[in-house]
């Protein structure tokens, strides 16, 4: 099994947010700004990994007809742990992220992944899986806040001490797009450009197939 492969999946070919349109809900309330959608981002990320290394420990002695409620506790579990380190050693980003991080409990993607993968793969695979999935999520979440926070307020990063000015302080950005319809519009912006650039490399690869099925029929040939 290929870990690179089931890796890297997650960042292009099956993103949660731009490709499989799952977890919109932090994608549309916490991307306001960089530092918000950054530490979502890695919190989810390691909530998905650490979910599926735990199914897939468990998934022996889990009654399949009760696997669902197992698999909430599971991941409520994991979310209270992080909270509590969160509230403990990063104040600033759990002020932030606030309620959010509670309803991570109910994210589709977590969900979803201990289902179709979890339950069927190993611990490494599972955890190649999670990683995959959570880093798709975060550079979505991190494409999201950056166009976001750059053409709605002029800045990156702010209220953090790396604070930088894009452009000119006289800059008045449209303010529709740090509010939700401007997130809706954002990322069914960002959606529709990660489908047409889909299509291209599924074209691409039919091509090279065909091309590769042609060689094989000349080379049988003579």
Known sequence: MNYWDIF????????????????????????????NALGMGICVMVVITANNMV???VKNFVNPKVRVPVF??????????????????FPAVYRELG???ELVV????????????????????????????GAGFAVAMLFIGAFREVFGTGTILSG?????????????????IILAPGAFMVIGLMI?????IGEYQDKQAAKAKAASQLTVQRSEAV
């Open 106 to 133: 109910v994210f589709a993607i977590i969900l979803a992944r201990a289902e179709v993968f979890a339950m069927k793969n190993g611990v490494i695979a599972s955890a190649f899986d999670g990683l995959g999935m």
């Open 72 to 89: 909430i506790t599971i991941i409520a579990t994991i979310v209270t742990l992080i909270i509590l380190i969160l509230e403990a050693y």
């Open 160 to 176: 953090t001490s790396m604070a930088m000015q894009v452009f000119p302080q006289s800059y008045n950005g449209p303010m529709i």
């Open 192 to 196: 529709g450009m990660f489908n047409v």
């Open 99 to 101: 309620l959010y991080l």
């Open 8 to 35: 890297k999946k997650g960042i292009f070919e099956m993103n949660p947010i731009f490709r499989l349109a799952l977890s919109l809900c932090p994608a549309l309330a916490v991307t306001s700004t960089v530092f």
């Open 55 to 57: 199914v897939s420990l």
